[in-house]
């Protein structure tokens, strides 16, 4: 670690405290034993205008750590509530996080900066307020993997081991996220308020989201039924890019979502590998309704959540409020199926759609769900069909098409012949959806026991510079594409937050 003093440290602009003191609490993270440091993402750094030599430096690692307060910060822990699993839980809050502050990016956005399994709060309950080092290893690689891919999404500044063990199934070592996101504030962040009853709030709380994230809408005639509109929105197009990806988040309690539209909370998720819709991997998920064919509805049932807390905002006459919404939350399947429209038709290369195409992205699904075929690699393949140029290295043997795909080919062919774009255009538009390298879950995992049995990184900084180029393949990087072999397949994620 560098020591220069010329670095200079990130500035904190910190408009959540303005608000009201029930919406968080004051509190310092708890210092940890022996910080060392695992990683840094300097290129994230620099989008958000922090200096990389301070970034590298050791102010920053006892920052980081939750050693030493930096300037001008005063860490917080947030308030909210949630719906788990269906259920109701008025008091959550950040029960192992401390929000360090914000800082305004060079490009004038304006970020949190997190720290995850910094301590106890006020709000942890019986939890010990750490993480162990292997949920803030998969953490760091797929939040990373989804910004590659263009998934709105929290992210990793930093990654630092804490050099004392968290019991959890057994003893783990510990580490502190840094996360950035564009706001943490949720679904459970409204509902907080809602359900006490405290109207003031959940309007403080969605004035302050109407200018934080959503400006253009503060004239609005109905600002609040506008600001309902555009989370329906931003949540639908999320969850659609999601399905695209083949990515199951596995918790999406009202708690992790957000308003500002990016992907949170990356506990028991997993990009899945065989098709399968039904999938689930989250081991706390035992009836499955977090499954990866049931997110666009729940995403809706978390959305009327919110509703309902902006309920009161809506409209002065109750049943008008109640009326629009119902017609804001009936528009969501509306900005759903466009959505999700758009992701197939960019991962079939097609620029117009047309009334067939949903039956022909069906049939593709139902011979992929049959045969047991790897998604990612499926898709990919398509892109194979179309490539031109000496550049594209294609799969070859790491995927083997069926059959029936083959004949389902000839029928795409056909449509792809009527659509307008070139060839050229269409295989750009491919290859940004059709990834040859997501965070695959068997190396995931590998790289989280290479770093919790061995104290090895390797694995993961492998893994993390893979999925950072995810459509960029190349024949030395197969085996980081190739599916799981039967003995290598992770059949659950485990939260062991
Ligand atoms: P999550 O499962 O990460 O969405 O967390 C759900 C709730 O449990 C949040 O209020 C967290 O802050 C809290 N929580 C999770 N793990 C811990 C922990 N180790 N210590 C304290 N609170 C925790
Ligand atoms: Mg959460």
Redo the contacts with the bound molecule.
């Keep these: 670690m560098n020591t220069t003093s010329s670095a200079v440290s990130p500035e904190f602009d910190t408009t959540f405290a303005s608000l009201p003191e029930r919406f968080y609490s004051y509190t310092q993270p708890v210092a940890v034993a022996h910080a060392t440091p695992i990683i840094d993402n300097p290129t994230l750094g620099k989008e958000l205008g922090i200096d990389p030599q301070w970034l590298a430096s050791d102010e920053a690692l006892q920052v980081l750590a939750g050693n030493q307060t930096a300037m001008g910060s005063a860490p917080m ?1 947030q308030a ?1 509530a ?1 719906h ?1 699993f269906g259920s109701f ?1 008025p ?7 401390h929000l360090l502050g914000e800082i305004v990016a060079p490009n004038g956005e304006r970020f949190d900066l997190q720290l995850k ?1 910094s301590g ?2 006020p ?9 162990p080092l292997g949920p803030v290893i998969r953490e760091y690689l797929i939040s990373e993997a989804m910004a590659s891919l263009g998934v709105p999404t929290t992210r990793s500044l930093a990654a630092i081991a804490t050099g004392e063990s ?1 019991m959890r199934q057994g003893p783990a070592p510990g580490a502190v996220l840094t996360r950035i996101a564009p706001s943490h504030i949720r679904v459970g962040t409204f509902e907080y308020f809602a359900m006490q009853g405290d109207e003031e709030a959940v309007k403080t709380l969605a004035d302050y989201c109407l200018k934080r994230h959503f400006s253009h809408l503060i004239k609005h005639q109905q600002p609040y039924l506008a600001l309902l509109n555009a989370v329906i929105e931003r949540q639908a197009k999320l969850i659609a890019q999601w399905q695209g990806f083949g990515f199951i988040h596995g ?1 999406m ?1 009202t ?2 979502m957000l308003i500002c539209g990016a992907t949170v ?1 990356y ?1 028991p998720c997993a990009f899945m590998d065989q098709f399968d819709p039904e999938k689930v991997f989250s081991s706390i998920d035992r009836q499955g309704r977090y499954r990866y064919n049931q997110q666009p509805g729940i995403g809706q049932w978390n959305l009327a959540r919110l509703a309902q807390a902006l309920l009161p905002l809506l409209h002065k006459d109750d049943e008008q409020a109640l009326a629009d919404a119902q017609q804001s939350l009936d528009n969501y399947v509306k900005h759903y199926g466009a959505a999700y429209q758009l992701v197939m038709s960019n991962k079939l290369g097609i620029s117009k759609p047309q009334g067939g195409d949903q039956a022909l992205t069906e049939q593709l699904l139902a011979i992929m769900a049959e045969h047991q075929l790897d998604f990612t690699l499926c898709f990919r393949y398509l892109l194979d069909q179309v490539a031109t140029g000496a550049k594209h290295q294609p799969l070859g043997d790491a995927f083997i098409a069926p059959n029936e795909l083959v004949v389902w080919q000839q029928q795409w062919q056909q449509r792809l012949a009527t659509d307008p774009q070139g060839q050229t255009q269409r295989y750009q538009q491919m290859k940004r959806a059709n990834p040859a390298f997501i965070a695959r879950n068997h190396q995931v995992e590998l790289a989280i026991r290479a770093a919790e049995d061995k104290g090895d990184y390797q694995p993961f900084y492998a893994l993390l510079k893979v999925v950072q180029s995810p459509s960029d393949y190349q024949q030395t990087l197969r085996n980081f594409a190739l599916a799981p072999m039967p003995q290598e397949v992770v059949q659950h994620t485990f ?1 062991g ?1």
């Design positions: 822990a909210y949630g788990q839980n008091q959550l809050g950040d029960g192992r996080a399994g106890p709060t709000y942890s309950r019986r939890g010990d307020g750490r993480s968290v918790v309690n708690d992790n909370d506990g939260c937050t």
